[in-house]
């Protein structure tokens, strides 16, 4: 039981009061996180605040300040589309949070969660030397989230952002304006690396590809299945589009380049399909499993010699 009302509660007049009752209604129905939160009750602070277009550092003492009438309606609204459509809650918002920067989303695009923030935050230390970054490509950008990111954490590099979706970079294309990087980075329909010539070559190639693999598919909650299926599913391995980016890379990247790459849950199916593959895969101080890093030559000497 979701314990839904038709109209807002008449006891419930604060902000507080709606959070606490939003996450309560949360942890009845049972939903699934990891679209920016692992709980119900930070599930509903966010929610809250974002409808009431509060901050989401917000004082505690704005928690007991009084919502409004047509407030209160709205908030009914968005905990009515979390629990009972299980839609995410960046798609109710309209808006996600990568590496302190936000971004538009709907259900164009994939939420943007993935652990390569970190990575992109130190400058992809130590494996590459900042200084010598001038071109990088971000494969399947969805959002735009890892090319944006990258185009401000690297001021000199120009970035091609890639995706096979046509709305996607069309959505991307507006993030792209939103952080004022449009003129560095450029968003163009590529299946995978296809669009972009070898010559000349690229210093660091990141990619956040499809990596569900068919079991995990037919598990996942309904929240995952509001997001692009073709944005999430990979094969029987996870590893579809992998198994075609790994040499693609290999032929574009430059003498010290870097392939940046997230495979999830799939990287025992990574493993076993190349085991002379020299691959490092990152500690990741904030979780998240599944990222590696290949030098050009390690990934030369696997797919072109």
Known sequence: MTGLPESPPPELETVGDYVRWAASRFQAAGLAYGHGTDNALDEAAALVLATLQLPPDLHAAYFSCRVTAPEKAALLA??????????????????????????????????????IAE??????????????????????????????????????????????????????????????????????????????????????????????????????????????????????????????LLPEAARRLSDHGLLVCEVGHSRPALEAAYPDLPVTWVELERGGTGVFVADAEALRRQFIQ
Do not use: K
Not at 85 to 110: H, K, M, N, Q, S
Not at 143 to 154: K, N, Q, R, T, V
Not at 217 to 226: F, K
């Open 78 to 115: 968005a905990v009515r589309e979390r629990v009972q459509v299980r839609r995410p809650l960046p798609y109710i918002t309209g808006e996600a949070w990568f590496c302190g920067l936000a971004f538009r989303v709907d259900e164009r695009v994939l939420i943007p969660r993935s652990p």
């Open 119 to 244: 990575l992109i935050e130190a400058g992809f230390q130590p494996w590459l030397d900042p200084d010598r970054v001038q071109r990088i490509a971000d494969v399947g950008t969805g959002s735009g989230c890892i090319a944006i990111a990258c185009a401000l954490a690297f001021p000199g590099a120009e970035v091609a952002a890639l995706d096979l979706s046509e709305a996607a970079l069309a959505l991307a294309r507006e993030n792209a304006e939103r952080h004022g990087v449009t003129e560095r980075v450029r968003c163009a329909r590529s299946d995978l690396l296809a669009a972009v010539p070898a010559e000349p070559a690229w210093d660091l190639i990141v990619s956040n590809p499809p990596y569900v693999d068919s079991e995990a598919m037919a598990a996942l909650p309904p929240e995952y299945r509001h997001e692009p299926r073709d944005a999430l599913a990979a094969g029987s391995d996870g590893l579809d589009l992998v198994h075609r």
